[in-house]
């Protein structure tokens, strides 16, 4: 059975704090792997990894796949209240399906 | 603009009533998706089509059931036999083709029966 685990479930930092979210993964016919912000409606993209080893980053946030250890991680520096929200993982399928993870609640206070 | 519209954004049914959820994507995108998510849980698939005429069950699919006539629309009917229906619903699409794979969502629609 396809798996996507998140860790840790919630967590709440001081703003400025550094956060790294945590993604593991069992599927099978893997192609990609893909983080998403939600703020209480849709989810917004924020990153796709593909390959192995290769940082994304986007402002404060970056992004990196292991695909042999299979996780990836997702790093949040100077945190602000904006980016309170819940942070999902999802793994892109052959066959055009994602699964997604449970998610994680950060919650930045000032 | 391109997007992806769901409507209502919230709807209120009693139990035993049959609702239909809509979703419109203006994007040319050949997938589309549903998903659900309850509190505190991530996103659910319940349908997904890859193109016109065709979907595939995803992991909850018992209760619901889609149509994909138009490659623009894919409704979603909460049917009666659904036990749980409550529940924040998410519609979303994808172009399906190799290196495009991130999906784009709709507002959601929040369904409560009681």
């Known amino acids: 059975e396809d798996k996507v685990v998140q860790s840790p479930l919630s967590l709440v930092v001081h703003e400025g704090d550094t956060v790294t979210l945590n993604c593991s993964y069992e599927v099978t016919n893997f192609r990609s792997l893909l983080w998403y912000k939600q703020e209480k409606k849709a989810p917004t993209f924020l990153f796709m990894l593909t390959s192995s080893g290769i940082e994304k980053k986007s402002g404060r946030l970056s992004s990196i796949l292991d695909k042999k250890e299979l996780f990836s991680i997702l790093n949040i520096t100077a945190t602000q209240t904006g980016d309170s929200a819940v942070y999902l993982c999802a793994v892109y399928l052959i066959g055009n399906q994602f699964y997604f993870g449970t998610g994680t609640s950060l919650t930045v206070i000032p | 603009d391109g997007g992806i519209t769901q409507s209502p954004k919230y709807l209120f049914r009693k139990e035993g009533q049959n609702v239909t959820l809509s979703c419109e994507q203006n994007?040319?995108?050949?997938?589309m998706y549903w998903y659900r998510q309850d509190p505190g849980q991530g996103l659910r698939l319940i349908y997904y089509s890859q193109i016109v005429n065709d979907f595939q069950k995803g992991d909850i699919a018992e209760g619901y059931s889609v149509s994909r006539e138009k490659k623009e629309s894919f409704p979603l009917t909460v049917t009666s036999a659904q036990k749980n229906p409550t529940a924040f619903y998410l519609c979303?699409?994808?172009?399906?083709?190799?290196?495009?794979?991130?999906?784009?969502f709709g507002p959601g629609t929040r369904l409560t029966v009681t």
């Open positions: 994007l040319n995108h050949d997938a």
């Open positions: 979303a699409s994808s172009s399906g083709y190799s290196g495009a794979y991130e999906q784009y």
